[in-house]
């Protein structure tokens, strides 16, 4: 169980143009859906954390207009890179997970995560 | 500010033993997580301490001192497949996960 997907596994755009990664709970409900970079050889960094049906929180220095995310289902996040640059090249890894704060439970806060999204913008 | 502290990359033998170290400062304390990352993918989750002491899980084994603020994980019996990068994460006062760099470990037969 705890299955999380991710689409695309890899995508390759030009600078400009904007990228839709798909993030899915085929599984179970995912309250909170946490959407994370990674640069090689460094670790994940954690870049915005989105509930079900509100609006996400966003980590400082992440612009909220260039990576809109979205969370419309309990199983569903999208993340969208607008006007995409090189440096945006990057691998890409949401995580998912069933609880809520108020729960209690440590496997509330067990993140399981999507294989990730590697981006290449050129 | 909050900090974890893991070393950056581990030599072992095959079958032998090897102990990862972690140590934080975060505000609040609600848990610690041990994940495994191989090259290209996700990580997977290992491990969770709440309480103090060892909890043993096949060949692997993750320890906390909350008074200390330190963690280790434990690889037995190592073999080659588990080459990969080990982070230690670290769940805060607001039950945000806060993230180790990793340490990728080595195996050589």
């Known amino acids: 169980g705890a299955v999380v997907s991710q689409h695309p596994s890899r995508v390759i755009c030009k600078s400009g143009t904007s990228v839709k990664i798909e993030c899915r709970s085929l599984?179970?409900?995912?309250?909170?859906m946490f959407w994370y970079r990674q640069f090689p050889k460094k670790s994940l960094m954690l870049m915005a954390t989105?509930?079900?049906?509100?609006?996400?929180?966003?980590e400082q220095g992440v612009e909220k207009d260039k990576f809109l995310i979205n969370h419309a289902s309990l199983t569903l996040s999208t993340l969208t890179v607008t006007s995409a640059h090189p440096e945006d090249s990057s691998f890409y890894i949401c995580?998912?997970?069933?609880?809520?704060?108020?729960?209690?439970?440590?496997?509330?806060?067990?993140?399981?995560f999507g294989p990730g999204t590697r981006l290449t913008v050129t | 500010g909050q900090n974890i502290d893991q070393p950056t990359e581990m030599t072992a033998t095959e079958g032998a033993i090897v102990q990862i170290n972690c140590t934080y400062q975060?505000?609040?304390?609600?848990?610690l997580f041990w994940y495994q990352q191989h090259a290209g993918e996700a990580p997977t989750f290992l491990s969770y301490n709440v309480l103090d002491g060892l909890e043993e899980k096949g060949r692997f084994s993750s320890f906390l001192s909350r008074s200390k603020g330190y963690s280790y994980l434990l690889l037995k019996e190592l073999q080659m497949k588990d080459s990969a990068s080990y982070l230690c994460a670290v769940l805060d006062s607001n039950y945000q996960l806060i993230w180790g760099a990793g340490t990728k470990l080595i195996i050589k037969p």
């Open positions: 989105s509930n079900e049906g509100s609006k996400a929180t966003y």
């Open positions: 599984d179970f409900q995912a309250t909170t």
């Open positions: 975060t505000s609040g304390f609600n848990g």
């Open positions: 995580s998912a997970t069933p609880g809520t704060p108020s729960s209690g439970a440590y496997f509330s806060y067990e993140q399981y």
